[in-house]
């Protein structure tokens, strides 16, 4: 097995990779980086969790390191696109630190947050941009950067670019960027424009595409669970929720994810949410807490629309619930891409109603997965559950309502940053992230969750634990 080293990437950027415990590469890396490190166009596909973050990070800091220029303020060395915020914010993250290794900077821009840091970034002169389309292009609208000195152009999961329609934008970014510079595209298909986008630019490019043998996989089940009634599916989706290791669940609508959080954190099950009307900050503060161990405030559960299903890369996802069965078949196997991931096993459900039988039936035919359809029953859930996690109790109701009332009786001025009414204040904030504010209400659970432990652990075996689930 080749080490980084011997595939030609430079020592300060291998050690790098060895302190995070990375010392043999995967299959995309191993194929790819001889041709990449050698300064060549490239094509690369391969699904998600096969390893192409590294792929394409090594050779761009690489190539920036051996061309030896600087960069000046609005015009970075290196680019690369990303479809979504989340998977621009974790591609960067890959990044910095080898980036960091050798006196460069990154940074990222994307839509949904303030513009001003990111150009008090741009004119301080960072080496490498990794962005998404729309904010970018408003950038270079309004002459904060240019893409005139991009020695290395990155484009990442162009499958899912085309999805979203961001392709005509992708295809000006690409042409601001100098003729000669060297080119890495990434995409799952070639399909849906990606070809064209490929052939025009993209210089002489050597092409490897990943054997899904060969990406690092654990074993991931499907199960096919049908209810009886949307009052049945309820309650299973309540027990699906929880278990001990990380769940996602996936919805329909940014309606139903932000609902069912709530629900599920309101029922003794500390739950965030993640979808397209949340804020920026909202985003990262709730993937913050999902990624977190719930020993340090961290929740178990993520409610998601398929925002997530390609944008958010999350370590040891046990179980992924389709709460509601996708529309595509390509949607499902995004989604449940999200676990079974680095060599993990994984499992995941879809919960059907009736009516949506014969749909399911042909979403999984279409995505060449053999699950049978089965009726939800308790051993079914106790099966896949496991050990239940404790139940937090949720704070009262009264004593909420009561202490924010005590601005109104002359006490404090409502607003006040003083510190005996920052709780009232922060309980009055939008609950955006399934009425469960992290950093202060999801720690706060967390250590009920902890120092209550026998007294959750009565509440869960008395109503949600193992003997709430309907049909026992």
């Known amino acids: 097995m080749p080490t980084f080293l011997d595939l030609g990437v430079p020592a300060p950027l291998a050690a790098v990779l060895a302190a995070e415990g990375k010392t043999e590469a995967f299959a995309i890396q191993r194929d790819t980086l001889p041709d990449s490190l050698a300064g060549r166009d490239l094509l690369g596909r391969g699904r998600t969790g096969s390893g192409?973050?590294?792929?394409?990070?090594?050779?761009?800091?690489?190539?920036?390191?051996?061309?030896?220029?600087?960069?000046?303020?609005?015009?970075?060395?290196?680019?690369?696109?990303?479809?979504?915020?989340?998977?621009?914010?974790?591609?960067?993250?890959?990044?910095?630190?080898?980036?960091?290794?050798?006196?460069?900077?990154?940074?990222?821009?994307?839509?949904?947050?303030?513009?001003?840091?990111?150009?008090?970034?741009?004119r301080s002169g960072v080496d490498i941009v990794v962005a998404c389309p729309g904010r970018l292009e408003d950038l270079m609208k309004q002459k904060v950067v240019s893409l005139d000195s991009v020695e290395v152009a990155v484009l990442d999961e162009a499958d899912h670019m085309a999805d979203?329609?961001?392709?005509?934008?992708?295809?000006?970014?690409?042409?601001?960027?100098?003729?000669?510079g060297q080119r890495l595209l990434f995409s799952a298909t070639l399909d849906r424009g990606i070809d064209s986008l490929a052939r025009?630019?993209?210089?002489?490019?050597?092409?490897?595409?990943?054997d899904e043998s060969s990406v690092p996989t654990g074993e991931m089940i499907h199960r096919?669970?049908?209810?009886?009634?949307?009052?049945?599916?309820t309650v299973l989706v309540r027990e699906l929720a929880s278990g001990m290791g990380r769940r996602?669940?996936?919805?329909?609508?940014?309606?139903?994810?932000?609902?069912?959080?709530?629900?599920?954190?309101?029922?003794?099950i500390p739950a965030v949410d993640l979808h397209g009307n949340l804020s920026q900050n909202a985003r990262e503060r709730n993937l913050s807490a999902f990624s977190a161990d719930p020993a340090d405030g961290g929740v178990r559960v993520l409610v998601a629309t398929d925002v997530a299903a390609r944008g958010v890369?999350?370590?040891?996802?046990?179980?992924?619930?389709?709460?509601?069965?996708?529309?595509?078949?390509?949607?499902?196997?995004?989604?449940?891409?999200?676990t079974a991931r680095a060599g993990a096993s994984g499992t995941v459900v879809t919960v059907v109603l009736p009516e949506q039988?014969?749909?399911?039936?042909?979403?999984?035919?279409?995505?060449?997965?053999?699950?049978?359809?089965e009726t939800a029953n308790a051993d079914i859930v106790d099966e896949l559950v496991g050990e239940h996690a404790?139940?937090?109790?949720?704070?009262?109701?009264?004593?909420?309502?009561?202490?924010?009332k005590k601005p109104r009786q002359g006490q404090q001025r409502p607003g006040s940053n003083a510190s005996a009414g920052a709780p009232a204040s922060r309980r009055r904030r939008p609950q955006g992230q399934g009425g469960a504010p992290v950093g202060q209400g999801g720690q706060r659970q967390g250590g009920q969750g902890r120092s209550s432990q026998g007294r959750a652990g009565q509440s869960s075996g008395g109503q949600g634990g193992r003997g709430g689930y309907a049909g026992r």
């Open 52 to 122: 192409k973050t590294i792929a394409f990070s090594l050779p761009l800091v690489a190539s920036l390191i051996a061309s030896g220029r600087k960069s000046r303020p609005g015009h970075p060395r290196g680019l690369v696109l990303a479809p979504t915020r989340e998977l621009a914010t974790q591609i960067a993250a890959v990044i910095a630190p080898l980036a960091e290794a050798v006196g460069m900077r990154v940074t990222t821009v994307f839509g949904g947050v303030s513009q001003r840091p990111q150009e008090q970034a741009l």
């Open 164 to 180: 979203l329609g961001f392709l005509p934008g992708v295809t000006r970014i690409l042409t601001a960027t100098p003729a000669g």
């Open 200 to 210: 025009r630019f993209l210089s002489n490019p050597v092409s490897h595409e990943v």
């Open 224 to 233: 096919v669970l049908v209810t009886t009634s949307t009052e049945h599916k």
């Open 248 to 268: 996602l669940l996936f919805t329909r609508t940014k309606h139903q994810a932000k609902k069912l959080a709530k629900q599920l954190t309101a029922g003794g």
């Open 313 to 338: 890369h999350v370590d040891d996802i046990d179980l992924v619930v389709h709460v509601d069965p996708p529309m595509e078949h390509k949607a499902y196997l995004h989604r449940s891409g999200r």
């Open 357 to 373: 039988r014969r749909d399911v039936k042909d979403l999984l035919r279409k995505a060449q997965i053999t699950a049978e359809l």
């Open 390 to 404: 404790p139940h937090v109790r949720p704070a009262p109701v009264q004593a909420q309502q009561q202490q924010t």
